[in-house]
Nanobody
Framework: QVQLVESGGGLVQPGGSLRLSCAAS????????MGWYRQAPGKQREVVAT???????NYADSVKGRFIISRDNAKNTVYLQMNTLKPEDTAVYYC????????WGQGTQVTVSS
């Protein structure tokens, strides 16, 4: 059974930082491209950052220079370091694993507010 479990969300003030984690089980993690997506209320889900099995990264323009995606294949975990957070970063953040199939986590809420 495939599971992607996100953690690390919460309430943070503008300008603050958070680090999200996504622990995967039930898949050969190193084969999968991993990604972070987010969905704000009333909006469609959008890609935030992705990392290939080889470690190549890609970012949405809105987070370039502020967010960093990384992976630890030994721990079957992908991370999203979020710095200089803005109120518009408020959303539910989802982890995705993609190779032969696509899998999603349950999401973790990130709220940026003073």
């Amino acid at each position: 059974q495939v599971q992607l479990v996100e953690s690390g969300g919460g309430l943070v003030q503008p300008g603050g930082s958070l680090r999200l984690s996504c622990a995967a089980s039930g898949i050969i993690f190193s084969r999968y491209a991993m990604g972070w997506y987010r969905q704000a209320p009333g909006k469609q889900r959008e890609v935030v950052a992705t990392i290939t099995s080889g470690g190549r990264t890609n970012y949405a323009d809105s987070v370039k220079g502020r967010f960093i995606i990384s992976r630890d294949n030994a721990k079957n975990t992908v991370y999203l370091q979020m710095n200089t957070l803005k109120p518009e970063d408020t959303a539910v953040y989802y982890c995705n694993a993609k190779w032969d199939r696509s899998y999603w986590g349950q999401g973790t809420q990130v709220t940026v507010s003073s």
